[in-house]
């Protein structure tokens, strides 16, 4: 079992920047592939980032790539999402998401355990 706590949210200006971290429980983190994906009200929850088991991996939704990026500190349990350049259009509830593989997925479906969500409010 693993669970995972994100942190970080918040309301920020556009143009600003946050940082969204995602604790996790468990001995396997390191092992696991993670994701962050996001959902806007009345929106299907959509795909942001992965990054592999290692780190050495990332892979960025178009919408995001250039602004935003992904890491983690496999030593803290920790993965992390920087966003910088932030848009009225990111505003969402944004989700980590844990793999039980190596590899990256940017499928919603590939990933078995999920945080409970933090709000990013981006204001014009």
């Known amino acids: 079992q693993v669970q995972l706590v994100e942190s970080g949210g918040g309301l920020v200006q556009a143009g600003g920047s946050l940082r969204l971290s995602c604790a996790a429980s468990?001995?396997?983190?390191?092992?696991?592939?993670m994701g962050w994906f996001r959902q806007a009200p009345g929106k299907e929850r959509e795909f942001v980032g992965t990054?592999?088991?290692?780190?050495?991996?990332?892979n960025y939704a178009d919408s995001v790539k250039g602004r935003f990026t992904i890491s983690r500190d496999n030593a803290k349990n920790t993965v992390y999402l920087q966003m910088n350049s932030l848009k009225p259009e990111d505003t969402a509830v944004y989700y980590c998401a844990a793999r039980v593989s190596q590899r990256t997925s940017w499928v919603k479906y590939d990933y078995g355990y999920w945080g409970q969500g933090t709000q990013v409010t981006v204001s014009s």
């Open positions: 990054i592999n088991y290692s780190g050495q991996v990332t």
């Open positions: 468990g001995r396997t983190f390191s092992s696991y592939a």
